[in-house]
């Protein structure tokens, strides 16, 4: 036999149909207008401000359309998402409502595969997406069965864990990041000193973190990390691999395993966070500023209130962002109904103690006596 073989998989009808999904996400992004930067309220004395990157605002309500939008851009342009596929995610709940209004969008059916324990508006809402949800006992489960179902169904695995850092561009392309700076610009302190944010897979750390890098800004990034999740104790340890294969009670972070997309490197300081605190600061956000957000907010606020007092202390101006990272309604059953605190066995006074202190003094005295 002679001559050079040729294995031509070109296909002009699907790639027509790629052609007009992608068209179809990014007239939506073109649609929404950015998300605001609020400013939290603090003394003008401290010469500290600190602002919240409200993300609740999105067309799905959370941080995570962001994700779900470069996900979605990412498996077209990757020839990973072809016509009729059905998407399967593994989601907490927040990601997955974000990825079924995309994959409603585009005409794709959706599955999500999550915990029993999520909450019943996040469940509510992806089906109103028109996804379909699919539980699984406990979170470390979730890998392995999105995966079964997606090769059962031959769809594809969406898979935030493994790709939020890569699909996200961190140059800036009107990144989370970018905003952030651009809004800053007009303020008295437009290069924060920190910008504080959670982990659930770590794209949102990773894009801000290489931003930071990439734009020579001397900004610190700080990362919460609630009870029970692997990423603190990987990050002191040094091991990638670093799993508690327990469950976060702070929905959309915290994670049984250090997930691939988390980049620790670019990582200054990570904050550990009790979920009582997390609780009463979202609780102490609404007191203040009459806004209700989830709980990952309340970790966020509770990481950026200890920097402010250091700042405050040490006599530093500046400023420094976190991000408002979704709505409460989708908690009015969980962090939001003191029945379930209770029978969670959360005591909110102590944090609520340090909350209120904090607020009128700028001194930062954590439950237990610490600093």
Not at 267 to 272: C, H, T
Not at 340 to 359: C, H, K, N, S, Y
Request: include cysteine.
């Amino acid at each position: 036999m002679s001559g050079t073989a040729v294995v031509d998989r070109s296909d002009p009808g699907g790639r027509a149909w790629v052609d007009r999904a992608v068209e179809i996400v990014e007239a939506d992004a073109r649609r929404s207008a950015d998300t605001h930067l609020l400013v939290y309220p603090l003394p003008p004395e401290w010469g500290v401000d600190l602002y919240l990157k409200d993300e609740s605002t999105h067309p799905t309500g959370s941080l995570k359309h962001r994700l779900a939008r470069s996900l979605f851009l990412y498996g077209l342009c990757s020839g990973q998402i072809t016509e009729g596929a059905t998407m399967v995610e593994a989601s907490s709940g927040s990601t997955a409502v974000s990825e079924a209004y995309f994959a409603r969008m585009l005409g794709l059916p959706f599955v999500a595969v999550m915990p029993r324990s999520t909450s019943p508006e996040k469940i509510a809402l992806i089906e109103f997406h028109g996804g379909r949800c699919s539980f699984v006992e406990s979170p470390p489960e979730m890998y392995d069965e999105a995966r079964r179902l997606a090769t059962e169904c031959g769809g594809h695995y969406l898979d935030q864990f493994t790709y939020a850092e890569r699909a996200t561009d961190w140059r800036g392309n009107n990144n989370i990041a970018e905003s952030i700076f651009e809004q800053l610009s007009a303020e008295r302190h437009p290069v924060p000193e920190w910008v504080v944010v959670g982990a659930g897979t770590g794209g949102t750390s990773a894009t801000i973190g290489r931003y930071l890098r990439y734009r020579r800004h001397p900004t610190r990034l700080a990362v919460v990390d609630p009870e029970n999740s692997a990423f603190l104790p990987g990050y002191e340890a040094r091991e990638p691999g670093w799993t508690t294969g327990m469950p976060s009670r702070i929905e959309g972070i915290g994670r049984p395993r250090v997930e691939p997309s988390f980049v620790p490197t670019i990582v200054d300081r990570m904050i550990g966070v009790p979920d009582a605190a997390s609780v009463a600061a979202m609780r102490h956000l609404e007191r203040v500023t009459g806004r209700r957000a989830g709980g990952s907010t309340g970790t966020n606020l509770w990481g950026a209130f200890g920097l402010v007092a250091e700042m405050v202390a040490a006599g530093r101006r500046g400023s420094v962002v976190s991000l408002l990272c979704d709505g409460g309604e989708r908690y009015a059953h969980t962090y939001y109904s003191d029945e379930w605190v209770a029978e969670q066995g959360m005591d909110l006074a102590p944090a609520t103690e340090t909350l209120v202190r904090f607020a009128a003094t700028g001194e930062w005295l954590v439950p237990g006596g610490g600093a």
